[in-house]
């Protein structure tokens, strides 16, 4: 398998954080290409790293990385909801850290046939695991014009939410939606070209809306912080790096609601250096939030 060039978001940042222990049990939620799972491995000697990423693909990627140190190390294909469930399966009771690094990944951008980009033309998929049932196709063809609405305007944050809804309602009566390029024509359509955004697609909203529904990622980020308290070690610590406000608020809330069980490392969030900006602008709107067992 080809491996697509991919940086790790704000790697200096979180292996500092992690406060790492030769000897400790650490885990990486969101495994992708093994980016931050071969930092943590090479600072541990007699301890282990469990990988988890619900993307059959990735974690081959990463697999063919790893398999290069002799540090202890097992990968596991499921998503970061069940991680309780994967601990219990490898007899694992408590581990002395955890890392989320959420969204989409480079590498799952540039693959057009998974359809999470809207400049490459491909299937309307967008699945993270591919062998889960709803796909954006489903999304964008059947769903109803209101619902289709509070998508874009919840987990987007699109002004223009209501005329891009009401395009698509209109379109898809016609001619059923196929491909990205559908899509990402039909959001164009829909916005006063006036008002298109300065620095990034006028589908970028539209196309991070309809993935976070196909993959509930929200759902899943709260049930996977749900079960945390349970499996940390004392002073272990948990790491999660967001994109999207929403994210960032979930788990700004989680750890502010749970005072008794963590102490909140960081006050305000971790951004990524100008120097990261410039080599790595995908880190942009990239947050660190870090809390730490009591």
Known sequence: ME??????????????????????????????????SIEILSRLDTGLLLGIDQDSEALEIAEDKLKQTS???????????????????????KVDGVLFDLGVSSFQLQKKERGFSFNLNGALDMR????????????????????????????????????????????????????????A???????????????????????QAIRIAVNDEMGNLEKSLNCLSDILNKDAR??????????????KKHFNDNSDLYKIIT????????????ENPRARSAKLRVAERN
């Open 185 to 207: 024509d039909a959001v164009k359509g829909a916005i006063p070209k006036s008002c298109w955004p300065d620095k990034i697609h006028p589908a970028t909203k539209v196309f």
């Open 267 to 278: 006050k305000q969030p971790i951004t990524a250096t100008e120097e990261e900006l410039n």
């Open 71 to 93: 540090k202890k190390y097992i990968l596991v294909k499921s998503n970061f909801s069940q991680l309780a469930e994967v601990l219990k399966q490898h007899s694992i009771n």
């Open 3 to 36: 491996i697509t060039k991919h940086k790790s978001v704000l790697l200096k940042e979180t292996i500092e954080f992690l406060n790492i222990r030769n000897n400790g049990i650490y885990i990486d939620a969101t495994v992708g290409m093994g980016g931050h």
């Open 128 to 183: 993270m695991d591919s062998s889960t049932a709803l796909t954006a196709y489903e999304i964008v063809n059947t769903y109803p014009q209101q619902k289709l609405q509070e998508i874009f305007s919840d987990y987007g944050q699109e002004r223009w939410s209501k005329r891009i809804a009401e395009k698509i309602n209109y379109l898809r009566s016609n001619k059923t939606f196929e491909t990205t390029l559908d899509l």
């Open 238 to 251: 948990v790491l999660v790096i967001s994109f999207h406000s929403l994210e960032d608020r979930i788990v």
